[in-house]
């Protein structure tokens, strides 16, 4: 669903992702892990057609990023860890936007809207404008704009923060069952144990360069995903020294 190859992204002579290579398949829950400023939030921008990158390739069902962007975009939905909403909006007026870019019908627009809106407690505040909603509530309305046209891939950049609880357990139940119908998520969080209990698939990324990828067995194996990463973090550091 989502393959990267060999992407490197420079900044001013500095790799902020160096020769990363991934492949996240239909049906998994792919985490990435790493510290701030090893890369994470360049590749999922790259990822997302945000970002040009200047080696690499990245494909979306098969389809280049660099080459055919929006049809890449069709098929996803991207959540920044700080959702950049239109606050002049009303959060019924900017989940009908969304809904008119990715060209949903009324019908299908205002039964996915009533649906979510009602699961993440919102229904009553779409009629606010955007400005008046506190981080956690815009959170929401990024969450439920991401969903509206049941993207095939889902890219989120901490998408826990600012999440209560119960939000944060249906956001999960909505992960997996987007993977159940053959979709497929790649996010990035420093909530280990999430990932750990959440993700088939987990990669750590150190200075921009991967140094550890694959199911959550292979990566943890009989230690806890804390202590895998702290032990690979300080051997990175080391080789580096």
């Known amino acids: 669903m989502l393959r ?52 690499g390739e990245i494909y979306v069902d098969g389809v280049s990023v660099r080459r055919r962007p929006l049809e890449c975009k069709a098929n996803m939905a991207y959540i920044p860890d ?30 996915k ?36 046209h049941e993207p095939k891939l889902l890219i989120m950049d901490e998408p826990f923060v600012g999440l209560d609880p119960s939000a944060s357990h249906l956001l999960k139940e909505i992960m997996r069952d987007i993977c159940g119908r053959g979709g497929a998520i790649f996010f990035s969080t420093h909530v280990l144990e999430v990932a750990e209990k959440l993700c088939d698939k987990v990669a750590i990324i150190k200075n921009g360069k991967l140094i550890k990828s694959g199911t959550m067995e292979e990566v943890r194996g009989d230690a806890s995903l804390e202590d895998v990463f702290l032990e690979l973090e300080e051997d990175h550091a080391q080789n580096i020294i």
Not at 126 to 131: A, C, D, F, T, W
């Open 4 to 55: 990267i190859e060999n992407l490197t992204k420079t900044y001013g002579g500095k790799k902020a992702v160096d020769h990363l290579s991934l492949h996240i398949r239909p049906g998994e829950i792919y985490g990435f892990i790493g510290h701030n400023g090893a890369g994470k939030t360049t590749t999922i921008k790259s990822c997302c057609g945000i970002l040009q990158f200047d080696e």
């Open 82 to 111: 700080n959702p950049d909403l239109y606050e002049f909006m009303t959060g019924i007026q900017y989940l009908n936007f969304i809904a008119d870019i990715f060209g949903v019908g009324s019908q299908e627009r205002g039964s």
């Open 113 to 148: 809207i009533h649906r979510y809106a009602g699961l993440f407690e919102l229904t009553g505040d779409l009629g606010q404008p955007v400005s008046s909603y506190s981080h956690g509530m815009k959170q929401k309305l990024a969450i439920i704009s991401a969903l509206i």
